[in-house]
């Protein structure tokens, strides 16, 4: 089961229930990724307010009781999803109803007990398409709510390739807390890059890559694009003065010069699912964006076939650069032509 089927099938379930009540109040959308929910509210007149991770200023939601009803969709996280419960609980006012969704084999049946401490007895809602509708409501003995971002950014001591550091991260960030095996191997191959050169971090997270060119190359200009707005609020406190894009592929860098050098650990998971999506946009991009015998370094999985999908996106045959476990590391140095 796809992301997309999985979000298209805990949606509609919620908009389904939608049309047998409507919320008397304001409401907040949590985390979709879809706009069903949203839009099913608004076209029936409700007040709508949405936050996501995904925008530039992930601004914690006023923690003020002002909503009478919050839909959550399921996140892929524990933490994350246990600083969304925190989220819903502090928008909610007593009384207001929380409407929890998600797919089956991404763990909605089994979060009653974690709701309940905050929204009292839990009942289910509707079920279909293999994903679950669950609600309860706010109680006014329940959990304090811990609000604002302040309350959730974990500061974990690290030791990198250039020094212990202490390194920020938040809830439902890649590798959170963590330095992962791939992107390790490719901080023990960076690319050189000269005085001025344009680095780009393509899926820059918390900012591990970036850190490691400005070590390695403290006179580059070194930028990250990452599409997850708190990755990026903890990687330009990691990496002081990094610029840091909030968005994802290559769309919201048509206006840039071309780069000298990228680096990349990019994604290959929607959710639960696998998809080499992430990689094909990542290299296709390439070519256009890559200055003339400029180079990009990036790490997959070694049971990815790269080479035949580098050659479709139109680049040079990638050259193997490190192998580790189940990583490796690839190049491609685009052409003069």
């Known amino acids: 089961m796809s992301r997309r089927s999985r979000d298209e099938a805990s949606a509609a379930l919620v908009v389904a229930a939608l049309g047998r009540g409507l919320p008397d109040g304001p409401a907040l959308v949590l985390e979709d990724p879809r706009a069903d929910v949203a839009d099913a509210l608004e076209n029936a007149g409700v007040e709508v ?13 006023a923690c003020d009781g002002s909503f009478t009803w919050v839909g959550m969709r399921l996140p892929r996280a524990r933490a994350e999803f246990d600083m969304l419960l925190h989220m819903a609980a502090g928008a909610l006012a007593e009384g207001g109803e929380l409407w929890a969704y998600g797919a089956n084999d991404e763990g909605i049946r089994s979060v009653r007990r974690r709701l309940e401490p905050f929204f009292g007895p839990v009942q289910t ?30 500061t974990h001591h690290l030791d990198l390739p250039w020094g212990s550091v202490d390194w920020q991260s938040f809830p439902g960030t890649f590798a959170h807390g963590r330095l992962d095996e791939g992107t390790a191997l490719l901080l023990d191959h960076l690319p050189a890059a000269t005085a001025g050169a344009r680095v780009l971090d393509y899926g820059t997270g918390t900012g591990f890559l970036a850190a490691g060119m400005r070590a390695a190359a403290p006179e580059a200009a070194i ?5 997850d707005g708190l990755a990026a609020l903890a990687a330009r406190t990691n990496v002081s003065g990094l610029e840091v894009v909030v968005g994802g592929g290559w769309g919201l860098l048509e206006e840039c010069d071309p780069w000298d050098v990228v680096v990349s650990n990019p994604p290959y998971h929607r959710g639960k699912a696998e998809t080499l999506q992430e990689v094909d946009g990542f290299l296709s991009g390439l070519a256009m964006h890559l200055r003339p015998k400029g180079v ?17 996106a139109g680049l040079p045959a990638p050259k193997r650069i490190a192998d580790a476990g189940a990583y490796r590391v690839w190049q491609v140095r685009r052409g003069t032509r």
């Open 49 to 61: 307010h949405d936050w996501s991770r995904r925008r530039a200023d992930p601004t914690w939601p």
């Open 125 to 154: 809602l509707a079920t279909g398409g293999h994903a679950r509708l669950v609600a309860a409501r706010r109680v006014s003995r329940g959990v304090a709510a811990r609000c604002g971002l302040e309350a959730w950014v974990e």
């Open 223 to 227: 930028v990250g694009l990452e599409p």
């Open 296 to 312: 990009a370094r990036f790490v997959v999985q070694r049971r990815f076939p790269l080479d035949e999908r580098a050659r479709a």
